[in-house]
């Protein structure tokens, strides 16, 4: 199993609500990440666990907020919003290392009204 | 501060030209590693290679090459005979922390 999985696949959230993006991978990779990628714009680098930690910040703002319950599973819970935070949201593991390849999931598109 | 530029916004070819995507980084590490992803219209990024700075040797997989130039702080990829499946945006990358804005490449037939 090479996959990351990303659910959902789409998501339209309303500024005052509170949603939560879901990633998961069996390839007992250790490092998990999260970008943000906007229309025609390259991928931004968000978070990254490393063996389940935070161990980078991109200083994203703390609507957003990351959490690792363990090492295959990812998950980025989003509140209090702004239309601005439209955008693919991307995850990625790999083995250990932020110098290692990186394997995405296919993302979640999300709107914010 | 490490940076990316890919100067390339737009590429349009005709099937079974060669193209050269270019890619110029900056890093203050000594060490560190370069990638090249690329990104179909459904959107996922797939890997397509990976080097590290002390290997400047040129690397062929099938129809693509990748020439790395230390000097020039360089690391260019070249689609030989293009096809339209070769339709994507490429992105090129320091490590996993830093992308380029991307090179989209339209083959068209």
């Known amino acids: 199993d090479t996959e990351v999985t990303q659910t959902p696949k789409h998501l339209v959230m309303g500024m005052t609500n509170k949603k939560s993006l879901k990633c998961e991978q069996h390839?007992?990779?250790?490092?998990m990440y999260w970008y943000k990628q906007k229309a025609k714009k390259p991928p931004e680098l968000m978070f990254v666990?490393?063996?389940?930690?935070?161990?980078i910040n991109e200083s994203v703002p703390s609507r957003f907020s990351p959490e690792c319950p363990n090492s295959s599973l990812l998950n980025l819970h989003l509140h209090a919003l702004q239309p601005e935070d439209s955008a693919l949201y991307l995850c990625?593991?790999?083995?250990?290392?932020?110098?290692?390849?990186?394997?995405f999931g296919s993302g979640t598109q999300l709107s914010v009204l | 501060a490490q940076k990316v530029t890919q100067a390339q916004t737009e590429i349009s070819v005709v099937e079974k030209e060669d193209v050269t995507l270019d890619c110029v980084y900056e890093?203050?590490?000594?060490?560190?590693?370069l990638f090249w992803y690329k990104q179909p219209p459904s959107g996922e990024l797939v890997f397509l290679i990976r080097?590290?700075?002390?290997?400047?040797q040129n690397e062929i997989s099938g129809r693509y090459s990748w020439n790395f130039q230390k000097s020039t702080s360089s690391f260019n990829f070249t689609i030989t005979a293009s096809q339209v499946v070769d339709s994507a945006v490429y992105f090129c990358?320091?490590?996993?922390?830093?992308f380029g804005k991307g090179t989209k490449l339209t083959v068209n037939p």
């Open positions: 890093t203050r590490d000594t060490t560190y590693y």
């Open positions: 390839m007992g990779h250790r490092a």
């Open positions: 080097r590290n700075s002390f290997d400047e």
């Open positions: 990625a593991s790999s083995q250990g290392q932020v110098s290692e390849k990186l394997f």
């Open positions: 666990y490393s063996y389940e930690k935070l161990s």
């Open positions: 990358a320091l490590e996993g922390l830093v």
